[in-house]
């Protein structure tokens, strides 16, 4: 049986574990201000390219976008986000369990642009309605689609223009960064983002996401946050070590890189035997149209998850496989 | 200069304020367990047909909602609007600010049945999605339409069946139970709803407005509620004689009466001159589509509010009068 | 039967009310934007000695006290208030429901200084810990204490020493600045305050609360949090009509001055008879330790509060008359 | 340097690791719907003795803490909890984060008792107030004492004959069952109170808490909660195969006991040499009353920490040492 399912349904990379073994008789300080995670986060700033990026190692995804919105807003500014976002759609109503409201924007791929923006900002003119605050994106996207350089330049300077902050959710930010072709960097994501999170889960560790705040009035007291929402793990270590591993030679893009490739395999395949697919994914995320029959016999030799992800009213009719919800 | 702007641009009904008057050197129990409350209760009550409906008397009508919201709800469940719906665009977030997301649902005229419904639950499948659990309709709604009796007992049938709560903001009630034709009575609301609310301020008084609720299950502890979201008065006698005065003598159907009938006249002539409307409005909320040009004359003899309201990406081309917001 | 029960089981002073009248036919701008609204403010700004002050209208003191605690602190930051504050004891966990947590401080007269409150900041080291923020006092107090003017400018100096926000809870702000002998004015609190209310409602208004910004830091959007807390009447007139009432002809303090004056009557005559109170109130509250066989007969005769407020493990063996909680 | 300062400055025990290494290449079901889980779950509920206990696996104890108060609480209601518990001096207002109050009691030795709380109920009397809910200890305590099988079980029977629910952090569970001569077993905890969790980050594993709720009316969707809290790691074999190796062969209780037996060994030592205890800890929480002089001689040779936990306006003049916080 092959599993097609996800990400999360496989362990760590050896590396990581290896790293958790190697350390493990060491006392070190709790909560996060052990000597690993100090050098992870060096890494991270490294490749962010700013010595004053604050880095903060959080155990989940979900966890690291609440605790980020909740610190970053005040109680009546919200969060624009793609109808498919992953905020609005996958996490039980995390945001607005912290209070605020998300704004979704209808998308062709999952992509926010100026031009999407634009209207909620002209609605929303008063006292009596949000006020618009911070755009969240997902980079690969929760349809597998990227943003190229040129596209987030625009963003960002739309947002700033604005005064938006913009927040990039990486679960999947291997994928989207070792994209062919793509000259987007960590670097790049640094400049033009107020903050985004790099995703280790999905990305060769067992647990852990990478915060990065580069926004200077978005740092102060972060650790506070972290800990009321519960996110921050009393062996703090055990987030840094896999961060080290990740990072320290280039593992993070090299797995992430594999994993792009062997999709590239199995889309082409697919494409070839002249099936559609229901977004332009260029990650490890397909969502192929297969008819509902073909479907339950490859259910007899494979795992994977069928039905429209993050889509309201998704016609089920002919059935899509899709990598990863 | 005439004013067409809203019923809040306006004072209370000379009987409500007579009511205030008459009462004022009384010493009566604070915090809305005087005997003034407590009669308004029995008339509505009556009204309702059910002496176990309990009554409770709030100032504004975000309020009520907000209380109402977060006390029939756990945390992890949802509101369903339609996207016109004033939880979702007139509230400045205060029903996420209690926690809780709500699910928007298009609709052709503000008003939802079990068609628009029913993908939305489909769709929130598992416990990555908020749980989908009251229905939230306004009657008449944001676009000034109203349900029948039919409609109405059509989607309360359907809320039962699937375990929702049917909760009904009246902030324009009085308009929505005197339409002409209509055979809707409060008692049929009470029978057919969780909980609704009669709404004092957009019908003749000064602020207020009457939750009344039904289900025995959300009757708990509900002023414990309505004091942690500051929402009790320490002079209660403020609402509950306003609600006498209004209940007692039918004067609340009167003043709604009276508004629909004039709006009637104004409608009448408008559509007698050639023009459409955005919507079809039963109460006194018109929304004509005017030229801009005749937009800029009438302003000058008239006070009128202009622009889509409720509605994203509105275009202002043409410029819509509307009654209300 | 007489009333020593509470201010707010008596209706308006009669000038309140005829300002109500003598407008209702008006037509006016909604949501507190009103000429009344704008005057009122004009007052009170002039009595605040401050053209810069943010003067808010809210409807009750809970409401106010929640809306600026949510709007002015961060998540992480927590109140500061004594053991027996109004946010503590009896807001029904009003400031906890909007995220913040309330530290509390054992005083022995109800009121904080420099000592009690710097333990609290010691104790607060680490982001493990909330993050004091705000100081709570009111005045006059729970338990009667009102502030001098040395003591509140003491106080004052020691906040912005450090960091800490600086509220005062005017509920019956009235008695304490008509106190016999005291030099506190408006004036004096909007200098040595981030922010502070005039209650309307224990001082002749139906209801109404006068909230007063003074630190420019906390005015930005403050009317989005009132409307998404539910403060924001449609009819904002009755907010802004009922304090032009009591602040054009100095009725305000009138009012307060009578108050204390009865009280003292009755105070005196109290002591006469050979009594102790239970604290050394300078307010219309007062607090007389009765034997409970006296309360017994008292109750024949006179309706009052009995048993001990804002005191956790109170004894009632002999019985306090309180005359607000 | 030798160190005393907490259990989280270690790794996991080897047979935690081993067991991640072990399954690392296997796909599984994701966010703890994995065999592994499942059989942790089945041996943590023979342990309980009831198979319809449900067990949640979540990566920490304050996230534990605020997923369980949230989810078993309406928004009035309120935790009582010793004035030294962890809910309420070390989470940095998590709970009142999630919109509830903590009602502390002053405790002799961090234990709370039937006579303890009482008052608390007396107090809270009417709707002005939050509804003491919930009764939260801690086993050992924050300062290191226990229960024993008849503090509990009285305990338990006053909440159930007043109402109240009965919420046990067993952060430090392991040492408490172990302590000579307690016939405390998890058993008993399981049909004392409504829910509590078993620690695993302090006894041998890298991170994760096995909450276990008995009571059915807290069952319903629980996993809602963890998810919208941002506490359900899509890796959550990470957890589940944790407490697998701490549970399938005593490993748990071992560990524990051997925390208890080192600690003895050191506490027996301190007092031998005249030096008196801030509290009358079993655990390995100690601590010791040094003077300044010998606690800045110590630190040459030991990390260890100083200073009063969990206790306001601790006086630093002594030092204590302190075995965690």
């Not at 599993?3 to 996060?32: I, R």
């Not at 004053?52 to 909740?70: D, E, K, R, Y």
């Not at 002249?274 to 029959?293: H, R, T, W, Y």
């Amino acid at each position: 049986m092959y599993s097609f399912m996800n990400d999360y349904n496989e362990g760590a990379h050896p590396k990581v574990l290896k790293k958790l073994e190697e350390t493990n008789l060491l006392q070190l300080d709790g909560y996060g201000e052990d000597v690993y995670c100090r050098d992870a986060a060096q890494l991270i700033k490294g490749a962010a390219g700013s010595k004053n990026a604050a880095v903060h190692f959080i155990p989940g995804g979900t966890q690291t976008n609440l605790i980020a919105v909740s610190a970053f807003l005040r109680p009546h500014e919200a969060v624009i986000s793609a109808q498919t976002g992953h905020v609005e759609v996958h996490e039980t109503g995390a945001i607005e369990a912290t209070g605020h409201k998300i704004i979704t924007v209808d998308t062709p791929d999952g992509k926010l642009d100026a031009k999407l923006v634009q209207p909620t900002l002209d609605f929303h003119s008063n006292e009596h309605m949000v006020k618009p605050r911070m755009v969240y994106i997902s980079n690969t996207t929760e349809v597998g689609t990227h943003y190229t350089k040129t596209e987030l330049e625009e963003l960002s300077s739309f947002c700033r223009s604005k005064g938006l902050l913009l927040y990039l959710d990486g679960a999947r930010l291997g994928s989207a960064l070792t994209v062919d072709g793509c000259t987007l960097s960590i670097k790049d994501i640094a400049q033009l983002t107020d903050a985004f999170y790099i995703g280790g889960t999905k990305t060769g560790a067992l647990l852990g996401e990478a915060l990065v705040i580069m926004n200077d009035a978005l740092k102060s007291d972060f650790r506070f946050m972290i800990k009321q929402r519960g996110g921050m793990l009393a062996k703090g270590r055990v987030l840094g070590l896999q961060f080290l591993a990740l990072f320290e030679d280039g593992l993070y893009f090299e797995l992430a890189a594999h994993a792009n490739e062997t999709a590239d395999i199995l889309r082409k395949g697919i494409a070839k035997l002249g099936f559609k697919f229901a977004s332009d994914s260029v990650s490890n995320q397909l969502f192929p149209i297969f008819p509902a029959e073909l479907c339950d016999k490859l259910r007899k030799r494979f795992d994977f998850m069928q039905g429209p992800p993050g889509k309201r009213n998704g016609d089920r009719k002919d059935g899509d496989i899709v990598g990863d919800a």
